[in-house]
């Protein structure tokens, strides 16, 4: 058995509808140590956001399994799966995810109420969001930050339940280059702290900071490339941009 703090084994993923088949993940295999950062990079439509969401427990595969610390995720009862998504991974999405009528500190708190920790929910919100610098706009709504803050606010609430792993699904992809680069240093001070996790982009500078690069290509994961390339970005696959999947 696998030591990996998170493992997926053979998963797979299709979607049926109107007698059509659509295999979007074909027999995964990954392993995510604890304390380490992975890349996932690809182009458009090629599953990663399915992935990311099977790993996270959002979703269920159509075959295959995901291990979380020696557990079979699918395996649990369906409110210990709850209790895997809430309160052992945190998630930190394209599109933020924020409620507009909740301050960011409501945002950021709003994760203790769904998850397992309901201590000290108001000073630890603040604290997270003094931690990717967000520690003046503690009141304000997310129509009054911009793209960026909005970002720091969504890791900040990924961060709540204490996260053993990390799951982000392209983090920059709403952001300019500098706000996009500002973020990913958050990401950078929370791997070097020891966090755990896992990046999904199409983005070969995002995937550059990361230990390792997987890339998925029609449904299966190819590649071991070690992030210490920033200066050898030829090394790594060029998908073409995003558009979502």
């Known amino acids: 058995m696998s030591d990996a703090l998170l493992r997926a084994e053979g998963l797979s993923k299709v979607f049926r509808e109107g007698g059509q088949e659509l295999r979007v993940l074909d027999g995964v295999n990954l392993e995510v140590a604890a304390g380490e950062c992975v890349a996932i990079l690809g182009r458009s439509g090629s599953g990663k956001s399915t992935l990311l969401h099977l790993l996270g427990g959002l979703d269920r595969p159509t075959s295959g399994s995901v291990w979380f610390e020696g557990t079979d995720v699918f395996g649990m009862h369906e409110l210990s799966i709850d209790r895997y998504r809430s309160g052992r991974v945190g998630f930190v999405f394209q599109q933020y995810h924020l409620l507009p009528e909740l301050s960011a500190l409501e945002n950021v708190r709003l994760a203790s109420m769904i998850g397992s920790r309901k201590d000290d929910s108001k000073a ?19 129509a009054k930050l911009s793209g960026g803050e909005r970002q720091r606010v969504a890791i900040a609430r990924a961060l709540m339940n204490k996260p053993a792993v990390l799951l982000a699904d392209e983090p920059t992809g709403n952001l300019d280059a500098d706000t996009g680069a500002s973020v990913l240093e958050v990401f950078s001070e929370l ?15 995002v995937a550059a900071r990361a230990d390792r690069v997987v890339t998925l290509v029609r449904g299966r994961l190819e590649g071991n490339d070690v992030g210490e390339n920033e200066n050898e970005p030829s090394t790594l696959p060029q998908p073409l941009p995003d558009e979502g999947e």
């Open 124 to 142: 630890r919100a603040a604290s997270l969001l003094e931690r990717v610098g967000l520690g003046d706009r503690l009141s304000h709504k997310p």
């Open 191 to 205: 791997h070097a702290s020891g966090q755990t996790m896992v990046l999904v982009t199409h983005d070969t500078k």
